[in-house]
């Protein structure tokens, strides 16, 4: 038995207006700083209006939320006590906006034990509305929360299938003015939710269109966004990608690229979309080595226009295609690119492996990696070298 979940979504231009059809008396916007100095909050805020809700900003999210984030944000939603919570913002601050919502419905859990198993009875005080101002984390349409242990220098993967937002609004205006190298993050991660989505062991008929679909609008749509700036309907395909690959793989899984990024992200904090992006390629030729037959990587170059004669070769054009979109977005294809020595890297080596062992991601692999492979992809990653198994 397997679920297909999705948020009611409101997508193109004007979506934002549908927010002055919510009702209820209070509506607390999740957000950063940063997005209330560039006026975003306002724009929130005055589509709000006609609905007559109270509103309170609570803006100190920050990039890899810490738990003591979420309690902080719990304890203040406690006070005011919404009947919708707005998340708006990336994928940092939508997830610290889930767990937040499940303390402020659940103030008798912790949020590291939150977990897919557990019903938590959500919604009896509140509903969540997902806006993202990022194209890429796909979290608006995801049950998955990413938080960050800063003593224990690791990413906690948290999640409930009740923590799925109620309503995901996207609105092209909102990401029209995202800077280039934010927009090749991003987007870059959307991809590798699109690819790692269609070639995870938890991959389904359901999820399989989405991913597809959401891989060959990235190829076609970020170099334009990075490039071009606020072309919005450029634009509007990018975040839609974003979303689509989100519903994806959050209806299948990730995998191998994301247990790797996640280590990396933790111990260098590597921005997510270019820590997991840059290991795709690599867990691709790394996986296409495994049992043979395991890997489905010819449907997926098939629907991109690649050579996919076998999967050997299908495996190597996607391999060789992600690296060129990444060259076009300008983003590193190595370790030592992103600034880290060798020296670096070694010193990290044991924290990497062992995080990277125990992400929830690294089992959905078609080739799960034990130690030793683990430390070999790192290092291969470091200077480009290819992988041979
Ligand atoms: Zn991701």
Known sequence: MWYFSSPQIIFGEQALSHLERLSGARAAIVTDANLVRLGIVAR?????????????????????PSLETVRAGAAELLRFAPQWIIALGGGSVMDAAKAMWILYERPDIAPEAINPIEPLGLRAKARLVAIPTTTGTGSEATWAIVLTDPVERRKLGL????????????????????????????????????????????????????????AHLVFEYLPVCVRGGADLEARGHLQNAATIAGLGFGNSMAALAHGLGHALGAAFHTPHGRAVSLFLPYTIEYSLRGEPGSTRYAPLAHFLGLPCASEAEAGAALAAAIRRLQVEVGQPLTLAELGIRASELEAELDLLVSNALNDTQTVMSTRIPEDADLRRLFRAALSGDTIDF
């Open 159 to 214: 999640g409930s299938r009740e923590a799925l937002p109620d309503i995901a609004i996207l609105d092209p205006e909102l990401v029209a003015q995202l800077p280039a190298r934010l927009t090749a993050d991003t987007g870059l991660d959307a991809l590798t939710h699109a690819v790692e989505g269609f070639t995870s062991t938890f991959h389904n008929d359901f999820s399989d269109g989405l991913c597809l679909q959401a």
């Open 44 to 64: 929130i805020q005055q589509a709000l209006a006609p609905s007559g809700m109270q509103t309170l900003v609570l803006d100190g999210v920050e990039p890899e």
